[in-house]
């Protein structure tokens, strides 16, 4: 038994310009929900990234003066 069958490809899939998930989402109202949860997702890891380069950055600075 194999995890997923092959999938026989055809011409039309090549020309297919509509999504029908995002349609759907779009059509209900729900797409709004869901860049709203992807741009929340994506600030938090932008400010979780820039806190660990402050801390980084200071980091730095600490060894650079025991250093000296």
């Known amino acids: ?3 997923q069958e092959k999938h026989v490809i055809k011409e039309s ?3 297919n310009t509509t999504i029908e998930m995002a349609d759907q989402f779009r059509a209900e109202g729900k797409i709004y929900v ?3 949860i ?3 997702i994506l600030l938090g890891l932008l400010l979780y990234i820039s ?3 402050k801390k980084i950055t200071a980091l730095k600075k600490e060894i650079l003066q025991k250093k000296k």
């Open 13 to 15: 899939d090549y020309t």
């Open 38 to 40: 992807m741009s929340i």
């Open 34 to 36: 869901v860049v709203v």
């Open 51 to 53: 806190t660990i380069d």
């Open 1 to 3: 038994m194999r995890a």
